[in-house]
């Protein structure tokens, strides 16, 4: 999985800006408000593109 962006797209609304990325260890939405640990929303981020390729690559 690619992980551009993941760090600073919100895993709870999908909003991509650098502008949530408020520190290296910490994550809030602008659009949304949801916070995170930025590690942890990135994790989330990486999980949710895996597991949409795997259905995609079982559906071919
Ligand atoms: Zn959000």
Same mark, same amino acid.
């Given at each position: $999985?690619?992980? %551009?962006?993941?760090? *600073?797209? &919100?895993? *709870?609304?999908?909003?991509? %800006?650098?502008?949530?990325? $408020?520190?290296? %260890? $910490?994550?809030?939405?602008? #659009? &949304?408000?949801?916070?995170a640990?930025?590690? $942890?929303? /990135?994790?989330?981020?990486?999980?949710? #593109?895996?597991? /949409?390729?795997? *259905?995609? /690559?079982? %559906?071919?």
């Open positions: $999985v690619n992980p %551009a962006n993941t760090s *600073r797209t &919100c895993s *709870r609304c999908g909003h991509c %800006a650098a502008e949530n990325r $408020v520190s290296q %260890a $910490v994550f809030r939405c602008t #659009a &949304c408000g949801h916070a640990h930025a590690d $942890v929303n /990135a994790a989330r981020n990486i999980l949710r #593109a895996g597991l /949409a390729l795997r *259905r995609a /690559a079982q %559906a071919a």
